[in-house]
């Protein structure tokens, strides 16, 4: 282990899309929607012996700081800290450097998604180290760039330029454009021309560059949050800090304010597997499925159905007869039944019940 | 009121067709499947200022007669009889006969199923007195003919003769034969006939006829049957009695066994809707619909999706997005779903079930 590396894991998101399983307070980061334990608490143990403990900071909100510490119980709890309100991405990785700043003002710091997919942990440590390396050669913003598997239309992309130089023997490009999630035609026009990588939300940069790009592109949220940072100095409370500041910084994306106007941004290549396990179908690329081609977890019974994915606690039954490519999924209060092409419908669902003082319970 | 008047209400079945609402120990007449209170408690209910609640019987069975008590506190709590084993309908109407002739050996007393939906209670209860009445004036075996609103493929039809006489105004026809449940070609030939009724299952008769016709067709039975007359008579306790001559009488239907053997056998001409609500997709008619055809009973969402049944407890919430022509029925420990047109496998599911020790705690 490097001293000096942080990971900053950014464990936020509203629990729409795997409603009814995912709700405000439990999310998908805190659900074992692949696995067995929350994808949160896989994205911490990944980083196990490449990043200590201490060196791992997760930013979530109030409302599921309680549950996070529940799920992190190898991190220190002065490491889970919770955003009194949402101000974009921008602000969250503005905080990150503030805090990884505190402890250390010439560390590395990696920030996270806390929940996708990985199950090559040794491929991602692998990347992650290099990442890290890269960030110290050329006081570069770093991302990682995804092998894209296929022309996906749910992903946004990174059309990397020429070779910029080797982090670790992986090779580090320059990056000509992020680009949005693109449509058919476009993906797979992506994916032929071998110049585009998958973008999983993953950076590497030093504290003091990271600084310097916020200072310059972004001078007022950077001016705002050293009032954190002198408040910190002063070993007032960051709880205190955060309720009084923080709602005051301005409302930008990370990509926006930073990313897309920095001057020296580079992509790291990659090898391991990666998903993002964005909505309720993506978990059949997970799973078994049964001859029929269903992904069952829990206590599921299905009668001449095919292609359906159903999930439950395991102590409540679901039955399925005749049915065919359906999401069923079951919780103590509300069950789902939608079809597996329209799950993009489910966070209008999700919002629809958040207007219904009958439902906002379900939340 | 008259005396000398019964109603034996026959309440047992398996619960299989409205799984998993109804359940081995709360089948149909137990649940309110239309209505507020069980089908069963309707069924006694509406009987009121008709026969007198201690001329009002009950047969079922050990596992169900609790909720039977529950669901029938206007009963005596001895006027539910519960079968130790289930001996088909011969043995049942057996039982009824002997029940009734040790209160009033003289008495007429109609049998008639627990769970059918009937909203005409007056229409009904006229129909009844005057089935009575018929049941008195030619030592006849009177069934009910219910008016065939369609040319339903799901009951069983009496086929009617001549004109035989009348009773309180109503016309009572001899019977050409009992018909099983036509295809859809014959119903339709049935109904535009004129000449069919559907078969509900309702009789009347005196004690002194169905038991001489008892003992010409079904000598066996009838000899057995008289064991429990004869406990009765030195004030053996039923349930000993039952326990040890019950298990012993032939299996046999009382079609088969009596009716289609009797010489004066009549059908009665009615007026009152009639329902017997043999399945889920049955619920339908009569609930409204919302606009987009669905029927939902409890706490439901429905995005998008029309012609629905959807069924809970009101306290739990089903969500149901895009789906067309589902049956979803929530209970707290199994929930089912199921294309409408498929709810006769629903049986088949429930069978399976509980030839499995994981889920056999769910019939």
Not at 87 to 111: I, K, Y
Not at 119 to 124: A, I, V, W
Not at 163 to 191: H, I, S
Not at 251 to 266: G, H, P
């Amino acid at each position: 282990m490097s001293q000096g590396r942080y990971v900053v894991i950014m464990a936020g998101g509203k629990g729409e899309r795997f409603w009814p399983q995912s709700r405000l307070r439990k999310p998908k980061h805190l659900l074992p929607i692949v696995g067995e334990t929350p994808m949160l608490t896989q994205t911490v143990e990944r980083l196990e012996d490449l990043v200590p403990p201490e060196n791992v900071l997760v930013i979530t909100n109030a409302e599921q700081r309680e549950a996070v510490l529940e799920g992190c119980p190898m991190l220190p709890a002065e490491n889970v800290i919770a955003e009194p309100v949402g101000r974009d991405t921008a602000a969250a990785v503005g905080l990150a450097t503030v805090l990884v700043a505190d402890r250390d003002p010439e560390a590395t710091f990696a920030m996270l998604p806390a929940d996708h997919v990985i199950k090559d942990s040794k491929g991602f440590q692998s990347v992650l180290s290099a990442a890290f390396a890269a960030a110290g050669q050329e006081d570069a913003l770093v991302t990682v760039g995804i092998q894209a598997a296929y022309p996906a239309t749910g992903y946004g992309y990174i059309h990397r330029g020429d070779v910029a130089g080797e982090a670790e023997g992986r090779k580090v490009y320059t990056v000509k454009a992020f680009r949005e999630k693109p449509d058919q035609e476009t993906a797979t026009r992506y994916v032929e021309s071998g110049e585009y990588y998958w973008n999983a939300g993953m950076f590497a940069w030093r504290v003091p560059v990271i600084s310097r790009e916020f200072e310059q592109h972004t001078p007022g949220l950077w001016e705002a949050l050293g009032a954190i940072t002198d408040g910190l100095k002063q070993d007032q409370p960051l709880d205190k800090l955060l309720a009084e500041h923080y709602p005051n910084l301005e409302k930008i994306s990370i990509d926006y304010a930073v990313m897309e106007k920095a001057s020296t941004v580079r992509v790291l290549e990659s090898d391991f597997d990666w998903d993002d396990v964005g909505e309720w179908p993506a978990v059949e690329r997970h799973y078994d499925k049964d001859e029929a081609g269903n992904v069952t977890r829990g206590r599921i019974v299905i009668q001449d159905g095919s292609g359906n994915i159903v999930v439950n606690d395991g102590k409540h039954t679901t039955a399925l007869i005749g049915v065919e490519d359906l999401i069923v999924v079951q919780t103590p209060d509300a069950t789902l039944v939608c079809p597996k092409d329209r799950a993009q419908e489910i966070k209008a669902l999700v919002r629809k019940l958040g207007e219904d003082p009958e439902f906002s319970h379900l939340l």
